[in-house]
């Protein structure tokens, strides 16, 4: 039950906190309360061995839509709830028109019911509803760049739905059902078929679009860069991450391990080479999110059960310091007058205490100092690889976090004259607690002798040389010029890139199968 | 039959997006995209000879596949939903840039700094 419940009552609060406006505040803590709830019992199901499963209607499994409160699923709806909260004390004194607060709610229930589905129309109905509702809130403050690149996103992903839904009718025509669990025995059946590894490039090029996936999601930089603070942690830490989900649970259905771990090179790769010509902050953080989400899709597609553990952690991680690295840069760049590193070179005395204090815990988080959250969850995601190709490209990926975010060290070190207001630093406390408290809280998702191996010496001498290494070779570059194509980011040439990499994941998959 | 007129419909879809630099040939070309996906779906539940879904008592008459029509009705409304947004987000940029070529509203807003930018509307 509290799986229709958690999606159902968030649609319910959305429409209440429209209708009574003035009881915004309470309604919020409200629903905030229940989903805490509701999420707790769905996960003491879970650790009693009997995860919740329930077909909507009480229809016969195969026909009804199913819903599944297993470990992907789950993890994901914690995050979100973390998320939620945290947004929602960032924006606790914010003059804010009611229809954003019924745009995040909306946000936030289609967020629970995609990480429960385990139907693909249900996925595809959900995919477009929590899209539909990111293009609103990345363009709430109206402005134009907002809107352009909020037109420029749903170009993008109502061409990967279409691709999405091609890919549903071949599944339907050959299967006849569209429940995953079902589908899993008819397609390993038919293992190497061509509508099977057609059907398996469409769908995945469909999800990859919303996922953050580089030569995918090209509408992501100008989308988290351009949208308010808020909505970029939320967009950033928690909407990509459903496109993730999607990819997991395709993964136990389709042979797509291979273009994983290659789409997941390529985007750790291109995306942090993006960021470090970045000056602008807001777009460093989008390229990283285009980068981090590499490790994910690396580690789950290794196959191994460690490796997938430590992507599910690794996706918490980044969802918690990258939605408060979006917080805290959004409120610098609201004082310094400007996201651009000079700006906020030049105001960094404007920068709040509070907020200096969680931006230097996000950072320290994202490069991997031990034992915050991103070492943690880096090191049992390593723990799982079995290759060192595998490993040296996450080790790349580690060094280039580390040389993009030596640019902020200026920002981060210097005096404030002034105070961030009290939600504001609650929000950031919420968030910054979970990255430091990962190690342990982390117990509740992995087993402690994993967890434990994680802490050993040889990651943390690995993650302070790794550190260190790129703190040197960001003093060595910082001069040298290089010039990246940027036209891939533009309306006219992103859907030929999308088209490009569809015919690259086919390829992969039938080298996989 | 159906099915591939719904594929070329889509290949064409795709060609006229990426050819055509005007924003609202661009929408019409994704309208047709989506529209084509929307027909393949349709075409699956067809069989020879088969009539509308409306099991009539005592008679065996061969069906065409209901399921693919229901998923089709939710899809048409949520496509709808999306092309009249993108609509009103080109009228918003027409309104303050006069063109509907994406190439000149992109210089134009690279033109305008950050200090410059107000909300539109």
Request: aromatic content about 8%.
């Amino acid at each position: 039950m509290p799986l229709i419940l958690l999606p159902l009552l968030r649609f319910a609060f959305a429409f209440l906190t429209i209708t009574f406006a003035r009881a915004r505040k309470l309604l919020t803590i409200i629903s905030h309360l229940i989903d805490a709830i509701l999420l707790s019992q769905l996960v003491l199901s879970l650790v009693r061995g009997a995860p919740e499963l329930i077909t909507v209607g009480g229809a016969p499994a195969g026909i009804g839509i199913s819903l599944i409160g297993d470990q992907i699923g789950l993890t994901f709806a914690v995050l979100a709830w973390i998320l939620s909260v945290a947004v929602s004390a960032y924006t606790w004194q914010d003059r804010l028109r009611p229809y954003f607060f019924l745009l995040l709610n909306l946000l936030i229930g289609a967020c629970y019911a995609l990480s429960f589905t385990v139907d693909l129309f249900n996925a595809y109905l959900l995919f477009e509803l929590s899209t539909l509702v990111s293009f609103l809130l990345v363009g709430y403050q109206r402005q134009p760049r907002q809107i352009w690149a909020s037109l420029h996103y749903l170009v993008l992903s109502s061409l990967g739905m279409s691709m999405f839904l091609l890919g549903i009718g071949v599944v339907y025509a050959h299967c006849g059902s569209l429940d995953l669990a079902e589908l899993k025995t008819l397609i390993s059946a038919s293992a190497g078929e061509p509508w099977m590894l057609l059907a398996g490039s469409l769908l995945v090029v469909g999800i990859a679009v919303k996922a953050g996936i580089f030569i995918f999601s090209l509408w992501l930089p100008s989308a988290h860069a351009r949208a308010m603070p808020a909505v970029s942690a939320l967009l950033s830490g928690l909407v990509i991450k459903m496109g993730v989900v999607g990819l997991f649970r395709l993964a136990a259905v389709f042979p797509i391990d291979l273009p994983l771990i290659v789409l997941g090179a390529i985007t750790g790769i291109l995306g942090i080479i993006y960021a470090l010509k970045s000056y602008d902050i807001k777009r460093l953080l989008a390229f990283h999110t285009l980068s981090q989400i590499g490790y994910i899709l690396i580690g789950f597609g290794a196959h191994t059960d460690v490796a997938r553990l430590g992507a599910l952690s690794y996706e918490v991680a980044h969802g918690l310091f990258k939605a408060l690295l979006f917080l805290t840069i959004g409120e610098a760049a609201a004082r310094a007058g400007g996201s651009d590193l000079k700006t906020l070179i030049e105001n960094k005395r404007d920068i709040p205490r509070g907020t200096r204090i969680a931006l230097i815990i996000a950072v320290l988080g994202i490069i991997g100092l031990p034992p915050l959250a991103g070492f943690d969850a880096k090191a049992i995601l390593e723990d799982g690889l079995p290759t060192t190709v595998l490993r040296l490209i996450m080790l790349l990926i580690s060094i280039g976090t580390v040389m993009s975010f030596a640019k902020l060290t200026p920002v981060l070190l210097s005096r404030s004259t002034c105070r961030a207001n009290r939600s504001r630093i609650l929000s950031y406390a919420w968030l910054g607690a979970g990255i430091i408290l990962f190690w342990p809280l982390s117990l509740l998702l992995v087993s402690p002798a994993i967890n434990l191996h994680a802490l050993s010496v040889p990651h943390i001498v690995e993650a302070l040389a790794v550190i260190a290494g790129g703190g040197l070779l960001y003093a060595l570059t910082r001069k040298k010029q290089f010039r990246l194509p940027d036209g891939i980011f533009h309306l006219e040439q992103s859907p030929l890139v999308i088209l490009v990499g569809f015919f690259l994941v086919y390829v992969l998959i039938v080298l996989g199968g | 039959m159906a099915a591939m007129v719904a594929l070329i419909l889509f290949g064409l879809g795709i060609l006229v997006l990426v050819i055509r630099r005007d924003l609202v040939i661009k929408l019409l070309a994704l309208g047709l995209v989506n529209a084509a996906s929307i027909l393949f779906l349709v075409s699956i539940g067809d069989r020879p000879g088969a009539r509308a879904p409306i099991q009539l008592p005592g008679e065996a008459a061969i069906l065409v596949d209901p399921l693919p029509q229901a998923l089709v009705l939710s899809a048409i409304v949520v496509n709808f939903a999306i092309l009249a947004l993108a609509l009103v987000f080109v009228m918003i940029l027409v309104e303050r840039y006069h063109t509907t070529d994406s190439n000149r509203v992109e210089q134009e807003m690279a033109r305008e700094s950050d200090e410059e930018e107000t909300p539109c509307l």
